[in-house]
């Protein structure tokens, strides 16, 4: 009777044994289930053995770990919880380095309360923006930072995208110095061509002036298109040196009135304005910061178009301001015969110049030329011309 007690006993107790290891398995099977296992560990009698899950979520996985850009999970105090080969590659260190460091160990220190920002807003919701990461060898990168909160269980950070944008520096880098190379080879052209051109231009007047009508016809034909030709040379020399000399501005940007300026161009222009018989009106005009001096010569460009250009009726012309994302759109608009607008987007292109048209128009398009070089100095404001 002993002996089978005893092993009914050790029945039971196995049985137990095994609910508790069926109960333990159901548990981890319900765990795979739901996405919160990554591995299994199985004890064997030599070694431990790791097996990896390969769920629905390895797919993405695979893609965060081989995409070009740097992917970085933080902690709310900025502690990298994970990233991905991209970032160590970005700031030159060990993967394994990376996880358990400080986000603010690779920031520039200049970038550093910028960085901060940005992360206590991606902590909110959403932000972005441009900083300049630090190798330990002290190589700066040039990066831009994608943010978003995260919120798992009891973890409160961020996840965050980062894109090396080096490259797009340098090309625009050696688009800026192209560029101001440009500007100064127009504006030593443009200035050193004047005097010979003056010269070539009185010696032709003067055999107009001293010769013309003593030569058959033909030659007084000839000596007009000398002279036309050479003022209109004179003309479109003037035009790029005015052209260049906006890039070469050095006065600084300072609270601009803007209704003060419509003023002082329609004193400057008040007998066009009388001879036209035209009606300038504006509504709210807003205080920017800008050049004064080119931000007169950018509104006088636009209404001489428009006293210049006109119909049969009397000029009108209304200038209007609106906010619009940050910045000042400010309209002028005219009843005049316009441009036609299949011809909008060719006006400042080569070959379209070439023709009659742009002889038609090239006074309002060097104007608006001009006036378009002016609008890229200033940050703060846009200004819409009608066509």
Known sequence: MATAQ?????????????????AEAEETLDAIRNGEVDALVISRAAVDQVFTLKGADHPYRVLIETINEGAVTLMAAGTILYSNHRFAELVATPL??????TFQRFVAPADRPAFEALLEQGHQDRSSGEIVLQTRAGKHVSTR???????????????????????????????????????????????????????????????QHRYQGQLDAKADMFIGYAVDGAARMQTLIQDLLAYSR????????????????????????????????????AGPLPTVPADAGQLVQLFQNLIINGLKYRGESPPRMHVSA????????????????????PEHRRIFEHRWRQQQRWRQHRGRIQRRSLSSQICQRSERCLVQVRF
């Open 96 to 101: 394994e380095q990376t996880i358990g460091a």
């Open 322 to 341: 609106e906010r619009q994302n940050g910045m000042w759109r400010i309209a002028v608009k005219d009843n005049g015969e316009g441009i036609p607008r």
């Open 6 to 22: 005893k092993t009914r006993r050790e029945l039971v107790r196995e049985i137990e044994a095994l609910q508790a290891r069926l």
């Open 145 to 207: 930072l994608s943010m978003r909160a995260l919120e798992l269980d009891a973890l409160h950070g961020v996840c965050m995208v980062v894109t090396d944008i080096s490259q797009q520096k340098r090309i625009v880098e050696a688009l800026h110095r192209s560029n101001a190379d440009l500007e100064q080879f127009a504006y030593i052209a443009s200035h050193d061509l004047q005097e010979p051109l003056r010269m070539v231009t009185s010696y032709v007047q003067l055999l």
């Open 246 to 281: 906006v890039g070469h501005a050095n006065e600084a940007f300072a609270p601009t009135d803007c209704a003060c300026v419509l003023e002082q161009v329609q004193a400057n222009l008040a007998a066009m304005i009388a001879d036209a018989h035209a009606t300038i009106t």
